[in-house]
């Protein structure tokens, strides 16, 4: 299964490059806390998907899945935090790692099936 096909990993690289623009905007005495932080987290996300398609089975796969998972909701919760803290006030980037949860746990539900 090649990863780049896949939409979640598609949407997961576009979730990327959405975090990198929000957080362009944030304070500069953040680079290395919190937008790095989310930076790490976003990236996390298509990276674990790749590396997991790329195993020998199914049940690492999903278990790269489950980082990915993980990755998100520490973005979520970063999200939050910046929201909170009056960094960024647009909350369609919600709605986009709500849209990457519920591809990540179908393909989940898939693979966990074929086991």
């Known amino acids: 299964m090649d990863h780049k096909n896949l939409d979640v990993w598609k949407t997961s690289i576009d979730l990327v490059a959405e975090v990198y623009k929000v957080t362009k ?15 790490r987290s976003a990236v996390s996300v298509p990276s674990n998907i790749s590396e997991g398609a ?20 520490e973005l979520e ?3 939050i935090i910046a929201q909170r803290l009056k960094y960024i006030n647009d909350s369609t ?8 949860r519920k591809l990540l746990v179908g393909l989940k539900k898939y693979l966990v099936s074929k086991i």
Do not use: C, H, W
């Not at 195993?55 to 909701?73: A, M, P």
């Open 25 to 39: 905007a944030f304070p500069k005495n953040e680079e290395y806390g919190i937008t790095s932080q989310m930076r």
């Open 54 to 73: 790329g195993r020998d089975s199914k049940k690492e796969y999903v278990r790269f899945l489950n980082i990915s998972i993980g990755s998100l909701s």
């Open 77 to 79: 919760t970063q999200m």
């Open 93 to 100: 980037i919600f709605d986009e790692i709500v849209k990457v």
